[in-house]
């Protein structure tokens, strides 16, 4: 797992460790210390602590005009016995959404696992981007799968189209263009 790094070629866009508007402003990384774990299995020192300790993130992109974020995921989802969608409510999704973010574009091909609960979180975080939309790309079938058994497909749009094996090839603003084009679509608007 120490060889799965985030997506970095965005870095040259956007920094969350130098954007006072994210929960990681002023994050110091240590490319050189492996430090944080996940079952045991250390992981890249550029991976996120948002509260859980078997889910890691990286915010990939934010862009506050058009009001959408790009965030990756690592490790094993765990509402069960972790609450990570507490922690990521809480901790990351929250402090965006009161910065007008109202579009969430979560890449969860290196999830895992999932472990789902009741879906009191999702549905809250659904509620809260009203006109927006939250969409997982990339999430592995079992996943998807597992997710669809807790109903959280109902407040996040996932699988068919929005399994996008190239977005690394766009910039930000063609992954979202693309991204919102297949929502709307979906959605009728």
């Known amino acids: 797992m120490h060889e799965i790094e985030p997506y970095y070629r ?4 956007y920094n ?4 006072d508007l994210s929960p990681f402003f002023g994050k110091q990384y240590n490319h050189d210390l492996y430090s944080d774990t996940i079952y045991g299995y250390y992981i890249d020192p550029a991976w996120d602590f948002m509260g859980s300790e078997t889910l890691y993130i990286k915010i990939l992109y934010t862009d506050y005009d058009l009001r959408y974020t790009v965030i ?19 901790n990351i999704v929250e402090p ?21 609960s009741d879906d009191c979180y999702y549905e ?5 981007v009203e006109d ?3 969409a997982a790309i990339n999430f592995p079938e ?14 996040i749009n996932m699988g068919g189209t929005l399994e996008i094996d190239n977005w690394r090839t766009m910039s930000p603003l063609q992954f979202y263009t ?7 679509r979906r959605i009728g608007a």
């Open 16 to 19: 969350p460790a130098e954007d």
């Open 142 to 155: 079992w996943v998807r799968n597992e997710q669809m058994l807790f109903d959280i497909d109902t407040y």
């Open 72 to 90: 990756e995921f690592i490790g094993e989802w765990n509402d069960a016995i972790n609450n990570d969608i507490m922690h990521l409510k809480r």
């Open 124 to 128: 809250e975080w659904f509620e809260d």
């Open 178 to 184: 693309k991204v919102e084009s297949m929502i709307q």
């Open 10 to 13: 965005w870095l040259q866009y």
């Open 132 to 134: 927006g939309w939250i």
């Open 96 to 116: 965006l959404t009161r910065q007008g973010i109202n579009k969430f574009i979560l890449i969860g091909e290196n999830i895992m696992n999932f472990h789902g």
